[in-house]
């Protein structure tokens, strides 16, 4: 299911996008939005987890993680 909403972005964030489109580095705006937003939640959900380990003390198990994490390709569609 999805819900259709209006924004309102500066003309260079649009530029952008569509630019993003027109070499099908993108499907459509409303693609770009998306990605956009998922990477956002995925950032802040990532700020919640390193105040929820910070504050809970380290997890030697988890020490390989960052580095591991940090050379995955991520699937960006």
């Known amino acids: 299911m999805s819900t259709q909403i209006t ?11 569509d630019e993003l489109v027109a070499t099908d580095k993108a499907t459509s705006r409303a693609s770009v939005v998306a990605r956009a937003v998922e990477r956002e939640r995925r950032r802040e959900l990532a700020v919640r987890d390193a105040a929820i380990l910070s504050k809970h003390g380290g997890y030697p198990d988890l020490e390989g993680l960052a580095p591991a994490a940090a050379g995955t390709a991520l699937d960006l569609d």
């Open 7 to 17: 924004v309102r972005l500066p003309d260079d964030l649009v530029n952008f996008m």
